[in-house]
Every structure is written in C-alpha cells, then in structure tokens.
C-alpha cells in the first residue's frame, strides 16, 4: 500500500489546484488561498498568483495613496473593493472553486464505484443521478483529474480530502 501523502505534499497539490482554477477561471479567491498556503508553509507562488495579489493590492492601495497625499475624500466602498475583486469574466470569486471541488469529489466517486466492480456504464447512471449533473460533466471532471482513477481504496479513503457521507 503506498504511503498516504505528507501536509506538504498536500499543501502543493492544493496549491496547484488553485493555481489551475486561478488560471483557467480567474477566480479571485483561488489566487488568494493559493498565496495564503504558499505563505503559511513557505512554498513557491507562480508569477500568475503574484501578480493577481499585486493587481489587487495596488488598486485598494491607491485609494491609501490619495489619501496619504492629503485626498480627504479618498474613501473605497465596499461595491468599489467588489469590482475590484471580480475576476476576468466579470463573475464573483468563488464558484470556481467550488466546481473544482465538486469535479474532485465526483472523480473521487467514480473511481470507488470502479473499484467496486461496477461497469463504466453503471459508474455514469449512478453518479449523473446521485450528483444531478449531465455525462458531460462527468467526464470533464475524471478528465481534470485523471490520476484519481489510479488510486487504492485506501488511498481513497485515506486521502486529507475525503469526506465521509
């Protein structure tokens, strides 16, 4: 049985996730947990993340520029910080994420449903009923991640994103 991964592994393939949801997407919040994690256990942030996070930081900071020039009506709104914040597509930050996540929990359910014997067939009835979602999807999210369908059960059930229930 192959040994379960170390938090750092864990660290940096959470960060390569967020970094591709990030870069695909342009979900603002991935950028910024994946600078979070690279901060907290010291690992390396590609150019794309940093630069996200200093896009950011620069235009709040203006506002604090003119402000520190003596603009005594250099205020930022919270609406202001929200423009700022959307991403590329002009969509909020989050939802990326979370059709990430969901894509890794029905990869995650596919390759249970395999290794209990079930048929490729049998595996997309189940899951498109069980996650309400269409063979498309299905397929995109065992395609995003592809190595899931390699792993033991007890690497599934041992992983530090698996969730029970």
């Known amino acids: 049985m192959a040994d ?7 660290v940096h ?15 603002a919040s991935a950028a910024w947990r994946a600078f979070s994690l690279g901060r907290k256990y010291g690992c390396e942030i590609p150019d ?7 896009r950011f930081a620069e235009a709040v900071g203006a506002v604090a520029d003119l402000a520190f020039q003596g603009d005594n009506k250099a205020t ?13 597509k002009d ?19 596919a390759a249970r449903l395999r290794l209990a014997g ?6 997309t009835d189940v899951l498109t009923k069980r996650h309400g979602i269409s063979k498309t999807t299905l397929y995109n999210a ?4 592809p190595d899931i369908q390699y792993m033991s059960q ?7 994103y698996h969730r029970d229930g």
């Open 4 to 10: 379960l991964p170390s938090v750092l592994d864990t």
């Open 13 to 27: 393939s959470e960060i390569a996730v967020m970094v591709e949801v990030f870069e695909r997407d342009g979900d």
């Open 48 to 54: 794309s993340i940093n630069k996200e996070i200093d």
């Open 76 to 88: 930022i709104s919270n609406e202001e910080v929200g423009l700022v914040w959307k991403n590329f």
């Open 91 to 109: 969509r909020d930050a989050g939802p990326a994420v979370f059709r990430a996540r969901r894509d890794y929990d029905i990869a995650v359910d």
């Open 118 to 123: 079930f048929s490729a067939t049998h595996v």
């Open 142 to 145: 065992q395609k995003r991640f």
């Open 154 to 160: 007890a690497e599934l059930d041992g992983h530090p």
